[in-house]
């Protein structure tokens, strides 16, 4: 073991999409002395930037945690792979680069909850402040942050029919789904500049890294919180084959990530009391909450062949892929600069329902799964999935060995609410496939098929054909109810100077992607921990 005699007054403890901005707003101040610890390696490989290499990241231990969950009821007992960065920027360095806030609903829902200081006016600034939107500025979005965001450099002509049906069943146009409204089908927008990846590693670690008062350690797993009585003192991590430990003067934040950062509460001792109880680790705070509440978009992947040529014809032919890597090389345009999805549908499964509830991801190539080879067939795929899921899961720690993986049950489909919507979003799926501008070019359903056709018939499509769409977050909900992990400072309840500012604090998934809502958590984030610092100061 060997002790740092270096001190400082933060540890952040993973370097992803909030750690990265934690820490460079953290160290502006040049007498702030920060910390980053990172369990993976720096973002060097090309794959990384090349916005589509992100079907050569995820599955690969190099940079992907690779996570498996336990065998899922809801799911038909299959088990799913879960990608999650392993990588300075963390899951934003292997992600589909979409860009998506949510409703204003979601975040006033939060404030309704208790959460005080988290209503849709409190963080639009926050959204604004992290953002450099190509677009130009306006009431929704700002153009000073260190956050790329821009339009797509990939356009085909089956998306534009996709866009066009859509529109034929009623589904209104938007071009800005984080703009006034999110209801509509449009184009999505992504976290990438000028044909390359933009995550919070490169907008905001990058010239924060330059810093004399800035640290970064890459490599180094942390395996738990020190505490001196209930208040934290530091953290223990393992580097090159040997466990280290370092002070922290004013405060320990987690930003390990939704699976990362419980698991790190459970292994020091600070989570449900039978559990700790159950593995040997000597409790010292019982929070029952660590690790509950974890919630997951589940998308349900709807396949149709096509007579329109799809990019499965042109990554399937080596002339088309000399083609492709050529025009990236040139224009940085192309298949190459493919974010997860094309085209985005917010819309209601059923006209009663207030808001959207379900969102389409709709992208002009189709595979078995995601990351796996394209279909030798042309096809799009068009994936539906229900934004606020009533389905909640857990994870927990196995034993006390902090190296070895929690058990993830994301408890699919659980909630019998959850069905008619799953039910409800194929429906839509095929009423776009079959609306006036997309039905000709459609030559059959490949996935599900047509022998699905009763609810119940519907209900088996979604639990055999679905997929994560990596969103976990929850499991440290923000609160203050029993089931809470931290208060809306996101300070860990019953435990001194530690935070968790990841998404893992969502006390309730938001209506979207969840990358540019977890930016936006650490940018406030850092904003009250320099107020509190202040305040302790006086
Ligand atoms: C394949 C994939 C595609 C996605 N696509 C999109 C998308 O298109 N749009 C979107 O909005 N969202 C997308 N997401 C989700 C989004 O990227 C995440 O919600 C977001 O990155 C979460 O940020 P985070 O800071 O909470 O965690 P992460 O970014 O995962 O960061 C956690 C960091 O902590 C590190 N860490 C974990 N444990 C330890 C430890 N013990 N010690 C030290 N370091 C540790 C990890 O290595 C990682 O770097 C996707 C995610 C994945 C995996």
Same mark, same amino acid.
């Given at each position: ?5 270096? @001190? ?31 369990? !993976? ?19 690969? *231990?190099?940079?992907?945690? %690779? ?66 939107? =190509? ?33 034929? +069943? !009623? +589904?209104?146009? @938007? ?8 209801? !509509? ?16 590693? &490169? ?55 939704? +699976? ?17 109880? $159950?593995?040997? +680790? ?26 329109? $040529? ?5 990554? @399937? #032919? ?13 224009? $940085? ?18 006209? #009663? ?16 799964? *995601? ?26 720690? =196995? ?14 489909? #659980?909630?019998? $609410? ?8 194929? &429906? ?7 609306? *006036? ?7 059959? =359903? ?10 119940? =018939? ?17 499991? %440290? ?46 940018? &406030? ?10 305040? @302790?100061?006086?």
């Amino acid at each position: 073991m060997s002790t740092s005699d270096q @001190n400082y007054h933060y540890i952040i403890v993973g370097a992803g999409s909030a750690g990265c901005v934690l820490a460079y707003r953290l160290s502006q101040d040049s007498r702030t002395r920060v910390l980053l610890l990172e369990a !993976g390696a720096r973002d060097l490989s090309p794959w990384i930037h090349i916005p589509v290499g992100y079907f050569k990241t995820m599955h690969n *231990p190099k940079t992907d945690w %690779c996570y498996i969950t336990e065998p899922d009821p809801g799911i038909a007992g299959r088990q799913l792979q879960w990608p999650r960065g392993k990588v300075l920027g963390g899951s934003g360095s292997l992600n589909g680069l979409l860009y998506v806030r949510g409703q204003k609903e979601d975040y006033d829902r939060w404030a309704d909850l208790g959460n005080s200081g988290w209503s849709y006016d409190d963080v639009l600034p926050y959204f604004k402040k992290s953002e450099d939107q =190509e677009r130009g500025a306006d009431a929704y979005h700002g153009v000073s942050g260190p956050q790329k965001v821009s339009d797509l450099r990939l356009r085909r002509p089956i998306a534009d029919y996709f866009i066009q049906a859509a529109t034929e +069943i !009623g +589904i209104p146009r @938007n071009d800005d789904c984080n703009g006034a409204t999110q209801e !509509g089908v449009g184009y999505f927008q992504q976290t990438a500049y000028k044909g390359l990846r933009w995550s919070t590693a &490169k907008g905001f670690l990058r010239p924060a890294k330059r810093r004399a008062n800035l640290d970064v350690q890459t490599r180094a797993q942390t395996t738990r919180v020190l505490f001196e009585g209930n208040q934290a003192i530091g953290v223990e991590y393992m580097l090159g084959g040997r466990m280290h430990q370092v002070g922290a003067e004013s405060e320990v934040i987690l930003s390990a990530g939704a +699976i990362g950062s419980p698991q790190i509460l459970q292994c020091s001792g600070v989570g449900p009391g039978d559990l700790l109880h $159950r593995v040997g +680790i000597p409790e010292v705070h019982d929070l029952p909450g660590v690790g509950r509440n974890l919630q997951d978009h589940l998308q349900i992947r709807l396949v149709f062949k096509t007579s329109q $040529r799809t990019l499965n014809d042109e990554v @399937n #032919s080596l002339l088309k892929q000399v083609w492709v890597g050529l025009q990236y090389a040139l224009t $940085r345009t192309g298949p190459l600069t493919l974010a997860a999805s094309q085209v985005a549908i917010f819309t209601k499964s059923d006209p #009663s329902v207030d808001r959207p509830d379900i969102q389409f991801h709709m992208q002009p190539l189709s595979a078995d799964k *995601p990351g796996d080879g394209a279909h030798k067939f042309s096809a799009f795929t068009s994936s539906v999935c229900q934004l606020r899921p009533y389905s909640r899961g857990h994870l927990e720690i =196995e034993s006390k060995d902090p190296l070895q993986y929690p058990a993830i049950h994301p408890n699919y489909l #659980s909630d019998e $609410r959850d069905h008619q919507v799953a039910i409800a979003g194929i &429906k839509v799926a095929r009423r776009i496939a079959a609306a *006036p501008s997309l039905a000709p070019h459609i030559l059959s =359903e490949f996935v599900p098929g047509s022998q699905y056709q009763t609810d119940d =018939e519907l209900l088996q499509a979604a639990r055999l054909h679905s997929q994560t769409i990596y969103h976990p977050v929850g499991t %440290c909900k923000m609160g203050d109810d029993e089931t809470a992990v931290v208060d809306d400072r996101l300070r860990v309840h019953g435990i001194g100077r530690l935070r968790v500012v990841d998404a893992s604090i969502m006390p309730e998934i938001v209506s979207g992607n969840t990358n540019a809502p977890t930016i936006m958590i650490a940018e &406030k984030a850092a904003d009250m921990i320099v107020e509190d610092a202040h305040h @302790n100061a006086r």
